[in-house]
Nanobody
């Protein structure tokens, strides 16, 4: 199983970006999906998550500015980021809880990270 993240880049403060992360391979079922981020010199933090039923969870710092969504049929998770701030600058990592076969437990899989840089 591989998670391929894309959509990062350089944007001015106040701008928007959309990150995508597609899971591929032998997947029986996908549970929670989401995004973490890690800024230079800081610990990795949860940005947003979404379960298979569409229930979402956001970090307080991004609530109202970021929207997470998913396409269950494509095993893809999106993060639409708006009103971006310089403090949103970080490497963003997607993750997914995936069961490879029926009755197998869900394991965590991670994408490679995509850099988001917000200039002031």
């Amino acid at each position: 199983v591989q998670l391929q993240a894309s959509g990062g880049g350089l944007v001015q403060a106040g701008g928007s970006l959309r990150l995508s992360c597609a899971a591929s391979g032998s997947i029986f079922s996908t549970g929670d999906m989401g995004w973490y981020r890690q800024a230079p010199g800081k610990e990795r933090e949860l940005v947003a998550s979404i379960n298979r039923y569409g229930s979402t969870n956001y970090a307080h710092s991004v609530q109202g500015r970021f929207t997470i969504s998913r396409d269950n049929a494509e095993s893809t998770v999106y993060l639409h980021m708006s009103s971006l701030k310089p403090e949103d600058t970080a490497v963003y990592y997607c993750y997914a809880q995936i069961a490879l076969r029926v009755a197998y437990p869900y394991d965590d899989f991670w994408g490679q990270g995509t850099l988001v840089t917000v200039s002031s």
